[in-house]
């Protein structure tokens, strides 16, 4: 019992931590690939390479003035930074980033790498990052500032939009695999298959999902406010959306939220659809991780390739392309799930 | 155990609860009416519904309380007067004196006893209310009623669409 | 410990009761309509409970589609909510008394 609870407790401060670890050094990330990109150099200056750009960027926003504006709704006002950036942390409890393992020998019996396996594991994950949308919607509104309003207004009706096609494109996965936990998915696809007797493809969603694969990838772009979907931060149009008037550490836990909801979009694409933490030699969370910032780097990609969509664009590709071609993919998928 | 946090998870549905009747601003109430389906929803795990209180968060706090959020913001409704200081006080009182009287009448049935199980309930099959038990059941014995569901929705979506429609042509 | 049935229900009363009170008493359509999401979800608790305490998936099934109509009764009551407000410029059913001659 009290080894059990030592366990959890060791996973929970492991997870919590690389997270928060990730959050910040992918700000650092973002920075230099798209300085590369651009043929520019990214930030140098603290420390070698400016690895220790986070750490300085961190201090010097808690060290800011925290205004609150003098019209605010002051409850909701405090409240949303935490809103937001709660959900995006929870939603990691159930994502498996490991096979077993006894660490070198050192316990008693394997110890599985996950936090959780719930039953619901997937519907988990959609309903806890459906959550992270409060944060927004309330921030918008509680600021009693047009821009943030319109910016909490397009955030909201962007999420709620993106979601439906995000959901019915892992529907796919749930038919082939027949379980919602995350588990029995990442075990489903062990193996290798051959293709035409000479090219090894490992057994991953991503090879027989590959619609699926496409339509939750753009959606995952979409409900984590990335470029091209950017549109609730479009600093052209709408200063800087929701968040225009929060400063200092409650402005940090947005930029926080956001990261750590792209590495859970991330985490969770690794495991429906690249085959989680399987990969042979390198230990399983290697790959694990190795997937995920591969997926995370095509995020900053994506910023540093493609102009914004317009509203009306983005409306009409979640409603009148995604959905659709979700919908498909789910019904040819059924189909060939039932005829075997 | 279970005692104890059913008691808590009770303790936050029915104090949030009784917040989103009295509070003076809707996006408070719906702020409160989120932290009471919230904590039913942890009150679900306490009775084996595995698959329903995922579908509690998705549906309600995910979805519907989003909505009524949005709504809000879009109509811009601010702070109306305390209810209790409305000048109908007399109609709120026979009001509330009638919810309690709904309320003991309830708690008398309730004191009846008319399920003998013993607290906690039985023991129950393994796969009790997960999310393959549920779809079996809503694919053989439910499967009409299901597909009367995808009706309802396609209604209620026409029906918002034609509503919510500026003018129609 | 464990819970006893009563508990479970005494506390779906309890905010099935609240739910009326917010019906009968406020006056902002939106919050008449938070109440009536109380109340569905009051229901909804006592469903469950039965559900267990009789060792039977009916409740479960049950609280599924009280959950698709309340979905379907949200989505349509807001956009009657937004017309409303479009043409009077209100949501207090106080004033909506047009049919009261």
């Given amino acids: 019992m009290l080894e059990t609870l030592v366990i959890m407790l060791v996973k929970i401060g492991v997870v919590f931590g690389a997270l928060l670890l990730t959050v910040a050094y992918m700000t650092w990330v973002e920075r230099k690939v798209i300085a590369d990109i651009q043929v520019r150099l990214g930030p140098t200056r603290v420390g070698p390479y400016g690895l220790l750009q986070p750490i300085a960027d961190g201090l010097k926003l808690m060290f800011k003035e925290d205004l609150i504006p003098s019209q605010v709704d002051r409850v909701i006002f405090l409240l949303a930074p935490s809103l937001s950036i709660i959900p995006a942390f929870i939603a990691f409890a159930v994502i498996p980033f490991g096979d077993t393992t006894t660490l070198f020998g050192l316990l008693s019996r394997p110890v599985p790498l996950h936090i959780t396996d719930i039953d619901v594991g997937v519907l988990f994950v959609f309903g806890v990052a459906s959550l992270g949308v409060y944060g927004i919607v309330l921030a918008g509104w509680s600021s009693n500032n047009k821009y943030s309003l319109l910016g909490g207004l397009r955030s909201s009706a962007q999420l709620i939009s993106y979601e439906l096609s995000m959901g019915l494109s892992v529907v796919g996965v749930l038919l082939l695999v027949g379980s919602l936990s995350l588990v029995d998915i990442v075990k489903a696809q062990a193996g290798v298959s051959w293709w035409f007797g000479l090219l090894p493809v490992p057994n991953w969603f991503l090879f027989s999902q590959p619609v699926g694969f496409c339509i939750y990838f753009c959606c995952a772009l979409a409900e984590t406010n990335r470029a091209p979907f950017d549109l609730p931060e479009a600093e052209t149009e709408l200063v800087a959306g929701f968040h225009t008037e929060y400063s200092s550490m409650k402005f940090a836990m947005f930029f926080m939220a956001e990261y750590a909801n792209m590495i859970t979009v991330a985490a969770l694409a690794t495991t429906m659809f690249l085959g989680g933490w399987l990969g042979p030699v390198a230990p399983s969370p290697v790959w694990f991780l190795g997937k995920v910032f591969f997926l995370l780097f095509l995020f900053i990609w994506f910023r540093a390739t493609l102009p914004r969509f317009r509203y009306d664009q983005l409306m009409g590709f979640g409603w009148k392309r995604l959905l659709p071609l979700a919908l498909l993919n789910t019904a040819v998928t059924a189909i060939a799930a039932v005829r075997g | ?169 | 410990m464990r819970v006893p049935l009563e508990a479970y229900l005494i506390l779906s009363a309890y905010l099935f009761a609240l739910g009326v009170v917010g019906v009968a008493t406020r006056r902002n359509a939106l919050i008449i309509f938070m109440s009536i999401e109380l109340m569905l979800n009051a229901v909804n608790l006592s469903f469950l409970a039965f559900a267990r305490f009789l060792n039977s998936m009916d409740g479960q099934i049950f609280v599924f589609f009280v959950m698709v109509v309340a979905a379907a009764e949200v989505a349509v009551g807001l956009a009657i909510i937004i017309t409303i407000y479009r043409n009077k410029e209100t949501v207090d059913v106080a004033e909506l008394n047009l049919l009261k001659w």
């Fill in chain 2, 1 to 169: 155990m279970e005692l104890l946090i059913f008691a808590g998870l009770a303790l936050v549905a029915g104090v949030s609860g009784l917040l989103v009747v009295v509070q003076r601003h809707a996006v408070y109430s719906a702020l409160f009416l989120i932290l009471t389906m919230g904590a039913l929803a942890g009150i679900y795990i306490l009775l084996d519904a595995h698959f329903v209180w995922v579908i509690q968060v998705i549906v309600y706090a995910g979805a519907i309380m989003v909505l009524f959020l949005f709504v809000i913001m879009l109509l811009d409704i601010r702070s109306e007067q305390a209810p209790w200081a409305a000048p109908d006080r007399g109609r709120i009182l026979v009001a509330v004196l009638l919810s309690v009287v709904l309320l003991l009448e309830l708690g008398i049935a309730v004191a009846r006893r008319f399920v003998l199980a013993p607290a906690g309930g039985p023991a129950v099959a393994r796969n009790f209310g997960t999310t393959q038990t549920v779809g079996r059941l809503l694919f053989t014995d439910f499967l009409f009623p299901f597909e009367i569901t995808s009706i309802i929705l396609l209604v209620a979506m026409i029906g918002a669409m034609v509503l919510a429609k500026k003018r129609l042509t």
